[in-house]
């Protein structure tokens, strides 16, 4: 991403340096990652020392320094989704796309990666796929999403539906509008 678009980012935002994380999210979004010069151009904007712009960048999930792929496979590995199995939903994903316990593949078209929890312990093993939740997983589950991705197929909604709908929908909770 050219520095004009992350200073159009940064837009009205100079000098607040409260900003900084909502800045790193658009940046995150337009860009795929935060970028070394990106991260230079928003610690220079927003007033802040580059180490904070390095430690939000790497302390929240959501954000990384380094480049996605087009499809991001997150797992989650808290002790609900473990003791169901996701370890081996990691183990199962990392190896079908060839690579070692995670990250991006070489042709850039799959990242996989871990998170702690996504707070949604009683529909785990949960798998999210480029932000759709996709709740109890098994391999043959994943393996089917993993195969519709390749043959560029949009896995059904079914085990697709975003958690708060999901739970909106399982425990009559209102839906926001």
Known sequence: MPDNS??????????????????????????????????TVVSHN???PLIE??????????????PR????????????????GSHVLLDQASSKL???NGGTTKDGLFTVERVNCLGACAI???????????????????????????????PQAGDAAPALQYRDKD???PKRE
Do not use: W
């Open 6 to 39: 992350v200073e159009t980012i940064i837009g009205k935002r100079r000098s607040q340096p409260h900003q900084l994380i909502e800045v790193l999210q658009d940046i995150q979004e337009a860009q795929g990652y935060i970028s070394q010069e990106a991260a």
């Open 46 to 48: 927003l007033g802040v």
């Open 53 to 66: 712009v390095y430690r939000a960048a790497s302390f929240y999930k959501a954000l990384s320094l380094e």
């Open 69 to 84: 792929g087009k499809h991001v496979i997150t797992l989650c590995t808290g002790t609900a989704c473990h003791v169901r």
């Open 98 to 100: 060839g690579m070692d």
């Open 124 to 154: 785990g093993p949960v798998v999210v796929l480029n932000g759709a939740y996709h709740h109890h997983m098994t391999s043959a589950k994943l393996s089917s999403v993993i195969d519709a991705v390749l043959k560029d197929e949009v």
């Open 171 to 173: 425990y009559g909770i």
